[in-house]
C-alpha cells in the first residue's frame, strides 16, 4: 500500500455555520482546499478551527451550509459513509489491543476479507517506519511511536481525506520538528488531501501548502504561509502570525509623498501610492535595522531592553515613547547593547504594511 486507491479530492466549504446552544462557534465559513494540497487550519483556542475540522469528518452537530468532497455535499451524512481518516490529539489507541490489531481494526470493521487485511496493515506499518513493532502494545511505545500507529490505523483504510487535530501536540520540541517532517514526506508520497489543525504557527509554516486564520469562528485569511506573513488582512493576523510592531497613526501627505504619523513627531515615510487617512502600519521586528549617522531617513532612539533568542537578539527601542521591537541577527562572541545606549534605526518602507481595520 504504497499509494492511494482514491484520487486526491477538491474540498469546499461554502457558507458553513455552526452553533452549541446559542453560542456560535462558525460564522458563515467560505474555503477552498485544492486535490492534493496539505492544508492548516490555524487559530488560538476557541476559534473554530477543530469544530470545522471536525463538522468535516461529521461528528459533533450538523452545521448549516455545504462541505463538498469533488462536488459531493456530505453535511448530514454520517461519519463512516464519508471516508475521511481522521488522527486525534490523544491518539486513541487501543491499549488491549497490539500494534498489529490496532491497525487492522478499520478494516475489519469495514469487513475487508481476511487474507487482504495482514498485506494491508504490513504495508501501513512499514510506510510510517513502524513495521517492526506489529506485536507491541500502545504502552511499549513511545510518543512519537504512538502517533505513526495512529496514523497507520488511518491511511490503512484508504481515506479521501486525511484530518490531523494538533497530532503533535504532545510531544516534546525536538520530535515534533521531526515528526512534522515525516507527516509532510507521507502527506506527499501519499498525496493526499490532507488538513491539518495548530494553534502552532511554525508548524503551520513549515508544512503546509497554505493556511487559514481563524479567530471566534471566522477564517480572517487564507494564503501561503509567507504570503500572509509579509501581507496580513487585519491586526488580529499580524500579531498571531509571528511577532509585528503595529503603530497607530494616519497617512498623512509628506514632501516626498505620503508618511506614517505616530504622532510625537514620529513619522515613518510610506508608498507614495497610499490614501491619506486613519490606518495601523505594520513592521515586522526584522525589517528594521540598525543604522548610522549617515543612514537616510533615521529614526533615533534608545534601547529599553533585549531578549537572547538563540539566533537573533530582540531589542525593544523607545523612538518618541513609541516602543519598536528590532531584531539584530546574533553571531558567536557578539556583544549585547546596554539599556539607554543611544541608537540609529532604518526602516525600508517597501517592508511595511498599511492596514486599515
Not at 489491543?97 to 475487508?112: C, D, H, P, S, Y
Not at 521586528?285 to 529614526?299: A, M, Q, R
Request: hydrophobic content about 40%; some cysteine.
Amino acid at each position: 500500500m504504497t499509494t492511494m486507491q482514491t484520487s486526491p479530492v477538491q474540498i469546499d466549504i461554502e457558507n458553513l455555520s455552526l452553533s452549541f446552544g446559542n453560542t456560535e462557534v462558525l460564522k458563515g465559513v467560505n474555503l477552498a482546499i485544492r486535490p492534493g494540497e496539505f492544508f492548516a487550519f490555524l487559530g488560538p483556542s476557541g476559534s473554530g478551527k477543530s469544530t470545522l475540522l471536525r463538522a468535516i469528518a461529521g461528528f459533533g452537530p450538523t452545521p448549516k451550509g455545504q462541505i463538498k468532497l469533488d462536488g459531493q455535499d456530505i453535511v448530514g451524512s454520517v461519519p463512516w459513509q464519508r471516508n475521511v481518516g481522521m488522527v486525534f490529539q490523544s491518539y486513541a489507541l487501543w491499549p488491549h489491543m497490539t500494534v498489529a490489531k490496532n491497525v487492522a481494526f478499520g478494516l475489519e470493521e469495514r469487513k475487508v476479507p481476511a487474507s487482504e487485511i495482514g498485506p494491508k496493515v504490513r504495508a501501513a506499518l512499514e510506510l510510517v517506519g513502524m513495521g517492526d513493532y506489529a506485536e507491541r502494545f500502545p504502552s511499549q511505545l513511545s510518543g512519537g511511536q504512538q502517533q505513526r500507529v495512529a496514523l497507520a490505523r488511518t491511511i490503512v483504510v484508504e481515506p479521501r481525506v486525511l484530518l490531523l487535530d494538533e497530532p503533535l501536540s504532545n510531544l516534546d520540541a525536538n520530535l515534533r520538528v521531526q515528526m512534522r517532517q515525516d507527516l509532510l514526506k507521507l502527506q506527499r508520497r501519499l498525496g493526499i488531501t490532507t488538513i491539518f489543525v495548530t494553534h502552532d504557527q511554525e508548524e503551520a509554516n513549515t508544512i503546509c501548502d497554505r493556511i487559514a486564520v481563524m479567530a471566534d469562528g471566522v477564517v480572517q485569511q487564507i494564503g501561503r504561509p509567507d504570503e500572509v506573513y509579509d501581507n496580513p488582512a487585519n491586526s488580529f493576523v499580524a500579531k498571531f502570525l509571528g511577532t509585528a510592531n503595529i503603530l497607530e497613526g494616519e497617512v498623512v501627505p509628506s514632501a516626498d509623498g505620503r508618511s506614517f504619523d505616530c504622532g510625537a513627531g514620529l513619522r515613518i515615510p510610506v508608498s507614495a501610492d497610499e490614501a491619506t487617512g486613519k490606518a495601523r502600519l505594520v513592521v515586522r521586528p526584522e525589517s528594521i535595522e540598525f543604522g548610522s549617522d549617515s543612514t537616510k531617513d533615521p529614526l533615533s532612539g534608545s534601547v529599553v531592553s533585549a531578549e537572547f533568542l538563540g539566533g537573533m537578539v530582540r531589542y525593544a527601542v523607545d523612538v518618541n515613547g513609541q516602543e519598536l521591537l528590532v531584531d539584530e541577527r546574533h553571531t558567536r562572541g557578539q556583544k549585547r547593547m546596554e539599556k539607554g545606549k543611544q541608537v540609529i534605526l532604518k526602516l525600508d518602507p517597501a517592508q511595511a504594511v498599511l492596514i486599515r481595520d
